[in-house]
């Protein structure tokens, strides 16, 4: 597959993704917001942008670079191609989890993350707020997986439609039946869940950094069980409103409280 057919596979299956958080979001609401669809949607343009001249179909073509220098714990051990491609997409979440811990363990890292938080509101467009500079930053971290890994190409591609159906339902203003919450809680990461991570409240704010799997939230101490009936006041500490595409811009460097 060529880094054309990737970008265009890799966009089809992200619109499928919106369809089925914005489809699950009207079926089961959990408290009908509107969103700040506006805000992360021009963050979300603004993105597209950035990332599609930096990077575009970088991660794929670093696998595929790696896959033929031989680079990479992967192709230096004689393991199925299957086993490979999910080992890849596994490892990959657990690297994406570390990150994610990272951004709110580094001050400097929050500040671009805290973008992402400062969303009052909690619906399938937060799931594509992010400020570029945390974007920008995550790429060498995830580049480097890639090749250290020596993941197959294809895994890339798994394991990114796979993080995009996942960011976008756990960001979903969705109520899952309690039965089905708890069984799916015990393997992955449901919008109850991550809702509780976009708490206001400090000791909430760092529980549940995993996107795709909980397991390593549970390994690591911290997962934080919810329900999905319970309400979470989401948000950043100190601000009552989300603010504005330009305010989200600057906010790495500036904080407005009280707003
Ligand atoms: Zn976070
Ligand atoms: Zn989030």
């Given at each position: 597959?060529?880094?054309?057919?990737?970008?265009?596979?890799?966009?089809?299956?992200?619109?499928l993704?919106v369809?089925i958080a914005?489809?699950?979001?009207?079926?089961?609401?959990?408290?009908?917001?509107?969103?700040?669809?506006?805000?992360?949607?021009?963050?979300?343009?603004?993105?597209?942008?950035?990332l599609g001249?930096?990077?575009?179909?970088?991660?794929?073509?670093?696998a595929?670079?790696?896959?033929?220098?031989?680079?990479?714990?992967?192709?230096?051990?004689?393991?199925?191609?299957?086993?490979?491609i999910?080992?890849?997409v596994?490892?990959?979440?657990?690297?994406?989890y570390?990150?994610?811990?990272?951004?709110?363990?580094?001050?400097?890292?929050?500040?671009?993350?805290?973008?992402h938080?400062?969303?009052t509101t909690?619906?399938?467009?937060t799931g594509?707020?992010?400020?570029?500079?945390?974007?920008?930053?995550?790429?060498?971290?995830?580049?480097?997986?890639?090749?250290?890994?020596g993941?197959?190409?294809?895994?890339?591609?798994?394991?990114?439609?796979?993080?995009?159906v996942?960011?976008?339902?756990?960001?979903?203003?969705?109520?899952?039946?309690?039965r089905?919450e708890?069984?799916?809680?015990?393997?992955?990461?449901t919008?109850?869940l991550?809702?509780?991570?976009?708490?206001?409240?400090?000791?909430?704010?760092?529980?549940?950094?995993?996107?795709?799997?909980?397991?390593?939230?549970?390994?690591?101490?911290?997962f934080?069980?919810?329900?999905?009936?319970?309400?979470?006041?989401?948000?950043?500490?100190?601000?009552?409103?989300a603010?504005?595409?330009?305010?989200a811009?600057?906010?790495?460097v500036?904080?407005p409280?009280g707003?």
């Amino acid at each position: 597959m060529s880094e054309s057919d990737f970008t265009v596979v890799r966009a089809v299956g992200f619109l499928l993704a919106v369809a089925i958080a914005v489809s699950l979001q009207r079926l089961t609401p959990h408290a009908r917001l509107q969103g700040s669809w506006r805000t992360n949607l021009g963050l979300w343009a603004i993105n597209a942008v950035v990332l599609g001249v930096v990077c575009g179909a970088c991660a794929y073509t670093v696998a595929r670079w790696a896959g033929a220098a031989g680079v990479g714990v992967l192709t230096l051990v004689p393991v199925p191609r299957a086993v490979a491609i999910i080992a890849s997409v596994v490892v990959l979440d657990v690297v994406s989890y570390g990150w994610h811990r990272a951004n709110h363990q580094l001050r400097w890292l929050w500040r671009f993350h805290r973008v992402h938080h400062s969303d009052t509101t909690f619906t399938v467009s937060t799931g594509v707020r992010f400020h570029p500079g945390e974007l920008l930053l995550s790429l060498p971290v995830r580049l480097s997986a890639v090749v250290v890994l020596g993941a197959p190409p294809e895994s890339v591609l798994f394991f990114e439609l796979i993080f995009a159906v996942a960011t976008l339902v756990e960001h979903g203003d969705i109520n899952l039946p309690a039965r089905l919450e708890r069984r799916l809680a015990q393997v992955l990461i449901t919008p109850a869940l991550h809702r509780r991570h976009h708490s206001k409240q400090v000791t909430e704010l760092n529980t549940n950094f995993g996107t795709i799997f909980s397991l390593w939230d549970r390994c690591s101490g911290t997962f934080k069980t919810n329900a999905s009936v319970t309400d979470v006041q989401t948000g950043l500490p100190g601000m009552n409103s989300a603010p504005g595409l330009f305010q989200a811009m600057r906010l790495p460097v500036r904080y407005p409280t009280g707003t």
